[in-house]
């Protein structure tokens, strides 16, 4: 019943804007820590963005910093990240993720929060930026 899926992605030309969301369903979003991170072919999962434990609050990659915000719809249970002045090196498959402890599988990823282990990721969505 747990279930997290991204939606949003597309082409994009640099500089411009796009608008990602993260349903989920079978938890309440607000309950839990709600993390984004990306992958581009061949290479490794990296983060975008997490929420401290520590402060509650959230941090972002610098890569994507004073580019991407976090947002949230509680009343709808999802997430948004909010990407504008796109790069082409933000070309990848977006992914939210958390930490429920009944996950079948497990990924831990270095955010700027930290090393992070997650169990539950959706199917991602593509977000190609060229020209």
């Known amino acids: 019943q747990v279930q997290l899926v991204e939606s949003g992605g597309d082409l994009v030309q640099p500089g411009g804007s796009l608008r990602l969301s993260c349903a989920a369903s079978?938890?309440?979003?607000?309950?839990?820590?709600i993390d984004w991170f990306r992958q581009a072919p061949g290479q490794e999962p990296e983060a975008v963005s997490c929420?401290?434990?520590?402060?509650?609050?959230?941090y972002y990659e610098d890569s994507v910093k004073g580019r991407f915000t976090v947002s949230r719809d509680n009343s709808k249970n999802t997430l948004y990240l909010q990407m504008n002045n796109l790069k082409p090196e933000d070309t990848a498959v977006y992914y939210c993720?958390?930490?429920?402890?009944?996950?079948?599988?497990?990924?831990?990823?270095?955010?700027?929060?930290?090393?992070?282990?997650?169990?539950?990721w959706g199917q991602g969505t593509q977000v190609t930026v060229s020209r």
């Open positions: 079978g938890f309440t979003l607000d309950d839990y820590a």
């Open positions: 993720a958390t930490h429920l402890d009944h996950g079948k599988q497990t990924m831990v990823i270095i955010t700027p929060c930290g090393a992070l282990e997650y169990d539950y």
């Open positions: 929420v401290s434990s520590s402060d509650g609050n959230t």
